[in-house]
């Protein structure tokens, strides 16, 4: 439900901009206050499960995060939806730790791991590709507010069975880090912040060059408090291996590509393509059974072809994916121009992801394992929100160079097809720079250690 919730509103952003007029800028920040939020506060998330329990915290987190959907639903404004878009990240970012360190902490290294995070995989990533099919769904047969209101009876009824059903872990001494998580969220913020409005108002509007100024003086904080601080949110000693650093620096990337497309294809869908938001849901049905089937297939894999060649396989065809929707015209069709590069992103997506998860958490200790799997998180959310900021900045300039060299003899709207398409086209281009960037990451610097029972 968390992870779904990253992506369930993509196809409801038309309807949403209909409803509470807000523009193309508004409608990137209703993904980033989640993302910003989620990713800012994962790492105090995850500190907060080992120290008070995973079980009460993830409670806790859940209640929040149900709560803040109701608000969603229930918004009249633009500004009473971003801030319970933010509140929801918030209550994520206290309750998805505790499941990955879940995990980490039940299943010793090896074929077991293997196969629960080959689970935890197939939902998360499938939980965001299913998002924008129940997204579709919901703002075509009811309303975009029901992709919000549909969370509050499931986390009612998780909240409710939860003590049955989760152990009560055992508590570890410690102090929450709360100078780190705010200069951390607030760093972020202001460097989203001006990347997003770059593409309003260009590089050099004062706004702008302020808020890279604070990002860099609060993530600068950050560094400072996390170096002296005797129980860090970020362990530093996660920051030594240099394989983990690359898998997190590729996890960045990849996912900062693939947010940008979900964000940018489900406008193209509606909007260029005219697609209902039903048929635009349809329309990710095969990316997303690609990439559920190979998730559950890779943990197969490792054992005869090793993680880290199975890695690379699986960024090669999200490379190209990527690549052939930076082609994508006015002219463009379904089929093949939608339909081959999203089974091309679901089917690698779904091969890599598992591999890249074992590099990151490969040699955590158990008592560990909270601040290890925030960490991955971190770069999920961190790199779904910096990805979306720079891609919707890359769209803006891109859709001004057009505007400003226009084909002769074209209508109004041809003109405007031709201007939304070139952005969205150049967008799609630079997240396929992100994944190769990935990719060479992994081939250069990312090294999985053979775990007893599988391959590595």
């Known amino acids: 439900m968390i992870v779904l919730d990253l992506t369930v509103v993509n196809v409801a952003l038309p309807s949403m901009a209909t409803g509470l007029h807000l523009s193309a800028t508004g409608l990137s920040w209703v993904l980033s206050a989640y993302t910003l939020t989620f990713g800012g506060l994962l790492l105090l998330g995850g500190r907060a499960g080992d120290i008070l329990g995973r079980r009460s915290v993830f409670m806790a987190g859940l209640a929040l995060f149900t709560i803040a959907s109701l608000a969603g639903g229930l918004a009249t404004s633009s500004g009473e939806l971003l801030a319970a878009r933010a509140i929801q990240g918030a209550g994520g970012a206290i309750a998805s730790p505790a499941v990955l360190a879940t995990i980490v902490a039940s299943f010793p290294e090896g074929r077991e791991r293997v196969r629960a995070l080959g689970i935890f995989t197939a939902v998360t990533m499938g939980g965001s590709s299913l998002g924008l099919v129940l997204g579709g769904m919901i703002t075509q047969w009811a309303s975009w507010r029901w992709v919000f209101f549909v969370n509050v ?22 102090r929450l880090d709360i100078a780190g998580a705010v200069t951390s969220t607030a760093g972020m913020a202001a460097l989203v912040y001006a990347f997003i409005h770059a593409a309003a108002s260009g590089w050099a509007s004062a706004t702008t060059v302020a808020a890279f100024a604070a990002a860099a003086v609060l993530l600068g904080l950050f560094v400072a408090v996390e170096s002296r601080t005797a129980e860090p949110i970020t362990p530093l000693w996660l920051l030594r291996d240099r394989s983990r650093v690359a898998s997190y620096a590729a996890r960045l990337l990849l996912v900062g590509g693939m947010f940008g497309m979900f964000f940018f294809l489900t406008q193209f869908i509606q909007d260029v393509l005219r697609f209902s938001p039903l048929q635009a849901g349809l329309a990710f049905v095969p990316m997303t059974g690609a990439l559920l089937a190979m998730s559950r297939l890779a943990p197969r894999l490792i054992p005869r072809f090793g993680a880290r060649r199975l890695l690379v396989a699986g960024l090669v065809p999200v490379v190209a994916g990527m690549t052939w929707l930076g082609h994508v015209s006015t002219g463009t069709g379904y089929v093949p121009g939608i339909l081959v590069p999203m089974l091309l992103l679901g089917g690698g997506m779904g091969i890599a992801f598992v591999p890249l998860t074992m590099a990151s958490l490969t040699g955590v200790p158990a008592r560990d394992s909270g601040a290890a799997a925030s960490m991955v998180n971190v ?7 910096l990805g979306l900021a720079i891609l919707v900045t890359i769209f803006g300039t891109a859709r001004r160079s057009a505007a400003a060299h226009q084909p002769a003899g074209l209508t109004a709207a041809q003109q405007a097809s031709h201007v939304l398409v070139h952005g969205m086209s150049t967008a799609f281009s630079a997240a396929a720079v992100f994944d190769l960037l990935a990719l060479l990451v992994v081939i250069l610097a990312v090294r999985i250690r053979q775990p007893e029972g599988a391959a590595g």
């Open 379 to 385: 770069m999920q959310q961190v790199g779904g929100a």
């Open 153 to 174: 009876p499931i986390g009612a009824a998780v909240i409710a069975a939860a003590p049955r059903l989760l152990a009560r872990p055992q508590r570890q001494p410690g």
